[in-house]
């Protein structure tokens, strides 16, 4: 089935007037005051007891994830063995009701975001160059407590939220992180953490085992590199026993530099230190002029430099032995599909933080899926909480969208005019008006921020934006 032909039965399917109408009845309230269509995805995979309004809510989805396996060429068995995982279940809840809301979209919008990252607070340890939150000793006085923390919590799972983040600064510094995590833990939620790993003794790793799904540790290039650029002496050996310790503790690692020309020539190097300390994944970061990162604007790589360091990702990702190799750039996507229309066997990467089962599952359907999840996920699949519960649409994007102190995080989410616009990839500038791989990629809407002021603005790191770089770079 051709990618197009598949796209138009997906919108016939589920953009159908009667499923729209179903599912828009599904995510009502049942009188236990839980979402029907949760029971009766509970009821689907475990055979709960539910009332007679729920069994028909079961059968509807057992159809309806039935129909959209056979589309996606996905085994129906694989999709129901999954959903014994509860945030797998709340993620399809998440897109279903997302579509209840919004319809079918190419990019897809959710009812929620599949993934908050919360900058639990804006104390750091360190001082990096780059650092998008311009971190600090202290704590900053405003930031949520501890209960709000733990009814922050409760909102994003009644939400339908599938993934929190904790990220700071270095969210480990706050004393109640541990409980805070455990909490969200015991919520269902996918539980990371975003850490410069310096704190992490094998007494905190063992800790972090019982809590956390995901670890995420900075490391930027060889001791004088990466200590250069994090502001500290004497990190280095700190950070490489922080990976060694959640390593130990079969936690799913990954280590993740920043790519700037600070580092450019040694990102192979990181990758094969990665390989050697058995990290699980391997993620380089876009850099992004915000915060403290403005001050080394002239050290962004140009598009020429991104494109082949992006192609170099996917040629490990080939490659047997390494670590899961991705770049938060959405340019990834365009790259592995192209790759994917000279080679049918290889795979496409819908976006970034797509693992092995998921590229197996898309090898030969060249960015079906990836038309849908769309790239930068910036306001749509994903979304910014800060220390004092400000909302962001992305950590490197800084524009208060509302305050969960304020408004309900749902009331903010669905109906920020700026979330609403970054939703709209008709609305893009430059040649990511036009590109063919917009509603896969739409570009870094952060940078186009960061250089522009404007969300809609073009990438200037991507390739097809040349010009708009050239326009830049005499001015860094």
């Not at 690692?253 to 020309?261: F, G, L, N, Q, R």
């Not at 899961?324 to 970034?352: C, G, K, N, W």
Request: aromatic content about 10%; glycine content about 8%.
């Amino acid at each position: 089935m051709s990618e197009a032909l598949t796209v138009a039965n997906i919108r016939r399917w589920l953009g159908n007037p009667i499923v729209r109408a179903i599912l828009n009845k599904s995510v009502k309230r049942g009188k236990d005051g839980k979402p029907i269509i949760e029971c009766a995805l509970e009821h689907s995979v475990f055979g709960t007891k539910c009332s007679l309004t729920c069994s028909f809510y079961s059968w509807f989805i057992n159809v309806l994830i039935k129909r959209s396996a056979e589309i996606f060429g996905v085994d129906t068995k694989e999709v129901l063995e999954a959903l014994k995982e509860p945030f797998f279940r709340r993620g399809i809840r998440n897109t279903l009701e997302g579509i209840a809301e919004f319809g079918i979209q190419t990019p897809q919008t959710t009812a929620a975001p599949f993934l908050v990252v919360w900058q639990f607070t804006n104390a750091c340890n360190l001082r990096c160059k780059h650092c998008y939150a311009s971190a600090i000793s202290e704590t900053m006085p405003d930031e949520l407590t501890t209960e709000e923390a733990k009814d922050l919590i409760d909102e994003l799972a009644d939400c339908g939220v599938v993934a929190i983040a904790f990220s700071g600064g270095e969210p480990l510094i706050r004393k109640d992180f541990f409980e805070i995590a455990n909490y969200a833990k015991e919520r269902d939620f996918y539980v990371s953490v975003a850490t410069n790993g310096t704190l992490i003794t094998p007494s905190i790793g063992k800790k972090l085992k019982s809590c956390v799904d995901y670890v995420e540790i900075s490391l930027d290039g060889s001791k004088e590199t990466h200590e250069k650029f994090r502001g500290i002496s004497g990190v280095y050996d700190k950070t490489i026993n922080g990976i060694k310790n959640c390593v130990k503790e079969k936690l799913d690692v990954c280590i993740a530099p920043t790519v700037t020309k600070y580092n450019l020539k040694e990102i192979p190097e990181i990758l094969e230190l990665a390989k050697d300390l058995k990290a699980n994944r391997f993620i380089a970061f876009n850099f992004i002029p915000t915060g403290r990162g403005k001050n080394i604007v002239n050290q962004d790589i140009t598009p020429e430099e991104r494109e082949e360091i992006l192609k170099f990702f996917y040629s490990k990702l080939l490659e047997k032995g390494y670590p899961d190799v991705f770049s938060t750039a959405p340019q990834y996507s365009r790259i592995s599909i192209m790759a994917a229309r000279e080679d049918p066997d290889a795979p496409v990467l819908p976006t970034h933080f797509a693992g092995r089962e998921a590229r197996e599952a898309l090898v030969g359907k060249t960015g079906v899926l990836s038309d849908f999840i769309g790239g930068c996920g910036c306001g749509r699949i994903y979304c910014c909480i800060e220390p004092n519960g400000d909302v962001w649409p992305c950590v490197f994007l800084p524009i208060k969208v509302g305050n969960i102190r304020e408004k309900s995080f749902k009331e903010i989410w669905l109906n920020s005019p700026v979330l609403n616009e970054l939703r709209d990839r008709s609305k893009l500038e430059g040649h990511c008006k036009v590109c063919e791989f917009r509603n896969v990629c739409g570009g870094c809407r952060a940078r186009a921020y960061g250089y522009f002021k404007d969300i809609q603005a073009p990438d200037p790191g991507c390739i097809y934006n040349k010009k708009y770089w050239e326009e830049i770079k005499n001015t860094m």
